[in-house]
């Protein structure tokens, strides 16, 4: 630990009392490391303020001893931006004991709650006024607000509703100087100038410590179906969404699976059955929603579906009978990445390019990665309406046990080129971290990177905002 850091844990405890400074190794290793278990930091001390106030105090601290902060909430980001530097220079600011949610009000149509509250607890709260947060996602149990903000974090309701960016109505935060910036007012139009809110959306913790956001809230579900249709290939897939588009507005959720992962995922879990019989080379989940007790979703989309089964643009389709059965169907989609693991070693990307390109783009990008890497499989799976897919290759049964450390490296270079070639980005929803901080630097255009780089130094001239993350 430098005498920098003994000062700061020192004066904080001080200040803030035991509560807020954790310098116990067994409490503090179970964050220093990232969801994923690949990369692992270290770190002195685990800050937990339980105050905006209290963020505050760390900050200045911070700045005056120039000791950098790594903010943290649920751990759940797939960039490991949350992980603190691996010689210990940095100190972790854990945002949980944030946890309050400030108020949720069905009028105003928006909830305002501390960085720490986890996504399920949010859920539940505007469920309890007739209220929904939109957004969800397989780590809602976990995450928090504050991460899911500074990751602009998507998930599986983007399509209706946007990412993290269009559901924050505003920002409040502890800038790098030790300032409070309070953006918490949720008004609808405010044109004075820069948004320093949309600034932190997404930020990564480098320009500043969020420390509640003004969420928008939507009418709570009235009635949901989920469908489950083979299709023959990811063109008709898009053909079948855009069909569904035209006729309705119901639907928010509109997943792609190549058959050969719902193979794995029958395969790998237990208690899972395909919902259709006879091979389609493609399968889309499909979630229907509305706000409206007298709609019958369920004959709403079955009606549209037997259209599009009409004009050819789907091999086959069913209808969940009823919750159990739409739980199951979203299980086929949600075990992909574990039922992965258990076959072998998957080298992830999560990547976006423009929506009417991606059904090609999966055909033809598979198909160079498996020329260019002999014995291995690529595929693309997930949110098809928002030009966002997980393309995911794996090794296949007899690579060698370090194929992913030998060859990793190579084939991201190579996935993250054809992403770049088709116009698209190297991270569509799980930010760049310090995972993909090389990539972007050797691909991202040199104005972007300046711009980049001119706001953090003035926003955060001392570099104690996570260090070492999203900024190359
Ligand atoms: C099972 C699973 C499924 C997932 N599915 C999706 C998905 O569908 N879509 C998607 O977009 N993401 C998904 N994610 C990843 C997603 O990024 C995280 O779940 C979430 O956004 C991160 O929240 P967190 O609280 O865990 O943040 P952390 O992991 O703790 O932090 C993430 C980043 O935000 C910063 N940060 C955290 N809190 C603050 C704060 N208060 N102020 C400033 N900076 C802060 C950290 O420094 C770090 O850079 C998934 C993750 C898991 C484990």
């Known amino acids: 630990m430098t005498e920098a850091e003994t000062l700061l844990i020192e004066q904080a405890a001080a200040k803030l009392g035991p509560k807020a400074v954790i310098t116990d190794t067994r409490e503090i ?27 505050a105090e760390i900050v200045r601290l911070a700045a005056e001893y120039r000791v950098p902060l790594v903010p943290q909430g649920g751990n759940t980001g797939m960039a490991a931006g949350a992980t603190p ?20 009000s069905a009028e105003n149509r928006l909830a305002v709650a501390e960085a720490g509250v986890i996504l399920a607890t949010l859920h539940d709260a505007a469920h309890e006024v007739g209220m929904r947060f939109p957004l969800t996602l397989g780590a809602r149990g976990s995450c928090t607000l ?16 946007g990412t993290m960016r269009s559901l924050v109505a505003g920002v409040e935060a502890v800038l790098p100087d030790g300032s409070i910036h309070n953006g918490l007012s949720g008004l609808k139009k405010d044109n004075r100038g820069y948004s320093l809110d949309q600034l932190l959306i997404g930020a990564e913790g480098t320009l500043g410590v969020v420390t509640a956001v003004a969420l928008r809230l939507v009418p709570a579900i009235a009635g949901r179906a989920v469908a489950w249709a083979g299709v023959t290939d990811p063109i008709k897939a898009l053909d079948l969404l855009r069909f569904l588009e035209a006729r309705t507005n119901v639907i928010e959720g509109f997943e792609l699976l190549p058959q050969d992962s719902l193979d794995l995922v029958l395969k790998h879990i237990p208690n899972t059955r395909s919902p259709l019989d006879g091979g389609h080379a493609w399968n889309v989940l499909i979630e229907a929603t509305t706000s409206d007790p007298d709609t019958d979703i369920g004959a709403e989309l079955e009606r549209l579906l037997a259209a599009a089964l009409q004009q050819g643009l789907a091999g086959d389709a069913v209808l969940a009978a009823n919750e159990g059965q739409a739980e199951a169907f979203w ?5 992909i990445s574990e039922a992965e693991r258990t076959e072998g070693q998957t080298l992830a990307h999560d990547i976006s390019v423009p929506v ?4 090609a783009f999966i055909l033809d990008a598979s198909a160079k990665v498996e020329a260019a890497f002999p014995g291995v499989t690529a595929t693309g799976f997930g949110h098809l309406g928002d030009g966002n897919i997980h393309f995911h290759v794996r090794a296949g049964a007899h690579a060698a046990p370090d194929w992913y450390d030998r060859e990793g490296e190579q084939i991201t270079r190579f996935v993250d080129d054809l992403v770049t070639a088709a116009g698209g980005s190297i991270s569509a929803e799980h930010g760049i971290g310090q995972l993909k901080r090389a990539e972007f630097a050797r691909l991202a255009s040199p104005g972007r990177i300046h711009a980049l780089r001119a706001i953090k130094h003035a926003l955060d001239p001392l570099g104690i905002m996570n260090p070492g993350k999203l900024v190359p």
Do not use: C, Y
């Not at 964050?31 to 800050?47: F, I, K, N, Q, T």
């Not at 009417?356 to 059904?359: E, G, K, V």
């Open 29 to 55: 290793e179970p964050w220093v490391s990232d969801w994923r278990g690949r990369v692992h930091g270290a770190a002195p001390a685990m800050l937990a303020p339980a105050s905006t106030d209290e963020v």
């Open 85 to 104: 530097p691996a010689d210990g220079s940095a100190l972790l600011l854990s945002m949980r004991r944030m946890n309050r949610i400030r108020s949720v």
């Open 146 to 161: 504050g991460g899911l903000t500074s990751t602009n974090a998507g998930g599986t309701q983007v399509l209706k509703f």
């Open 331 to 335: 299980k086929l989609r949600d075990d």
């Open 356 to 359: 009417a390109d991606m059904p």
